[in-house]
């Protein structure tokens, strides 16, 4: 059977992107035990952290997005990818919390200067009928990476007598290999623009996706950076080995939900595959909210992950579907940037109750936002229909 969908391009940016994705989430999961632990950082310095170098990516976002549609994608798609890597030397050599500030936030600009370029490179190498497959697609092989990042944490734990530091340099290795990878992209959007001069952007973006933007990032402000979901297994009991473990099912789950997602969105409506993403969101945080259980806290991990399988995808399938052709770029940056704005939000407020030691509270917030914007999308599908 041939899939028409399944293009180099797409085969080459999934493994770009699993390859960083190994890198990044090798260190995720240690990035609570480095800054609070090895450094000696408070809780709300990983929430401001997280949530500035999630602002600085939107920033970066904006304009890569835009510039794309006029220069082409590849160049940011090398840039990124080669960025990142260099904010994760800074991050794993860090031994005060500014430098590894520096880390995270060049680490942000990198996926800020990549994402949406790469995700309008596979908007443009995909027929529009097949969307959602392609981005599930990516997002299953980013996820793919994601649990392989953390099992080569856990393997470096063992081999190194838990010394977090050392193990957090191997994520620098995958990271090369990821930049290494852009190279081979292909990049018509640049040949296009040799042929033909480029046409100046004018005009707002659709209302239809104006209307969609705003919904997603009114539920994004509530969900709080997920190394205050890793502080909370903490704070029940787990272990630095244990923290890890449950990161992986976590992402395991998402690796094999993240292509059935795009595909239900193709066939039915993303409203519906996101707002049941939301509930997943919902019944996660409200049971992490509560329980001091470590068998109830993973399972409810797990559900979790259901969350960025049907969203993450989904979403950019969505606004991709919703932008037009010459702002595609544009429709992603803007969308995107907005998203990591509200995860700014969501970090101030949500890190600073931790500080505070209100733990149980920030995440059934989280986890109310989650169901009123299931509600609201399922509103808005309604509406769309009629």
């Known amino acids: 059977m041939k899939y028409g969908w399944l293009s180099r391009n797409l085969m080459i940016l999934t493994i770009v992107s699993l390859a960083q994705d190994a890198a990044s989430e090798l260190l995720y999961p240690l990035l609570p035990i480095l800054l609070t632990g090895v450094i000696g950082a408070a809780p709300l310095a990983l929430g401001l952290i997280e949530g500035f170098a999630e602002a600085a990516a939107g920033f970066t976002k904006l304009y890569a997005g835009r510039a794309s549609d006029r220069v082409g994608r590849k160049p940011f798609v090398v ?208 049971t992490l909210g509560y329980t001091t259980n470590k068998t109830v806290a993973v399972l409810a991990l797990m559900l979790y992950g259901i969350f960025p399988a049907l969203t993450d995808g989904v979403g950019k399938a969505w606004i991709a579907g919703l932008s037009e052709k010459e702002q595609r770029g544009r429709a992603q940056g803007v969308f995107q940037a907005s998203m990591n704005f509200a995860v700014l939000g969501a970090g101030i407020w949500g890190g600073a109750m931790w500080t505070r030691g209100v733990h149980e509270l920030p995440l059934l917030i989280a986890a109310v936002g989650a169901a009123l914007g299931a509600l609201a999308l399922l509103v808005e599908n309604s509406r769309h229909r009629s």
Not at 101 to 123: E, M, N, Q, W, Y
Not at 158 to 170: E, F, H, I, T
């Open 79 to 286: 840039a990124g990818y080669s960025v990142a890597g260099i904010g994760k030397i800074f991050v794993v050599i860090a031994t005060a919390w500014p430098l590894f500030f520096f880390g995270r936030v060049i680490d942000r600009i990198g996926k800020g200067l990549r994402s949406t370029p790469r995700d309008a490179l596979i908007h443009d190498s995909v027929p529009p009928e097949h969307l959602g497959k392609a981005f599930g697609f990516h997002r299953a092989g980013d996820n793919l990476g994601a649990v392989v990042g953390p099992l080569i944490a856990l393997l470096g734990l063992s081999l190194l007598n838990g010394d977090v530091r050392k193990v957090a340099m191997w994520a620098i290795i995958p990271a090369v290999v990821s930049a290494g990878f852009t190279f081979f992209i292909r990049d018509r959007t640049r040949s296009q623009i040799k042929i033909e001069p480029p046409k100046p952007q004018v005009g707002k973006l659709p209302p239809s996706l104006r209307r969609a933007i705003g919904i997603l990032v009114l539920i994004q402000l509530t969900n709080i950076p997920d190394v205050l979901l890793l502080l909370r297994l903490h704070d029940i009991g787990f272990s630095t080995q244990g923290v890890v473990w449950a990161y992986v099912l976590f992402t395991s789950v998402t690796m094999l939900a993240a292509f059935p997602g795009g595909y239900f969105a193709d066939r039915f409506s993303p409203h519906i595959v996101y707002a049941i993403g939301l509930v997943a969101f919902a019944i996660a945080y409200f």
